[in-house]
């Protein structure tokens, strides 16, 4: 838990912790798209820097209940988004 969520940000590159709405604007093209490589292409970040950032939100909505709600409306939203912008294509 938290012990390993220390560990992996010590190891972490200064440009690798995004804020929560980038982790869930990241996290939806993953689950929606279907080249992973390309979408951490495109948001420059490699998979190890991913599973970092993953691990830090998905453990910070763990501990807090705020942080747990914004995560999923901040998901929600984008794949709302994803989904307008698939019903104009």
């Known amino acids: 838990g ?7 940000a010590r190891h972490a590159k200064p440009n690798e912790l995004r804020p929560i709405e980038a982790y869930a604007q990241i996290r939806v093209e993953l689950e929606r798209r279907g080249d992973p490589a390309r ?8 998979m190890p820097a991913y599973i970092r950032l993953e691990s830090h939100w998905e453990g910070q909505a ?3 209940e705020a942080t747990r709600i914004r995560l999923e409306d901040l998901i929600e939203a984008e794949h709302a ?9």
């Open 81 to 89: 988004k994803l989904d307008a912008k698939e019903a104009r294509s």
């Open 2 to 8: 938290e012990l390993l969520d220390r560990e992996r």
């Open 39 to 46: 979408v951490l292409e495109q948001h420059q970040l490699a």
């Open 62 to 64: 763990e501990r807090d």
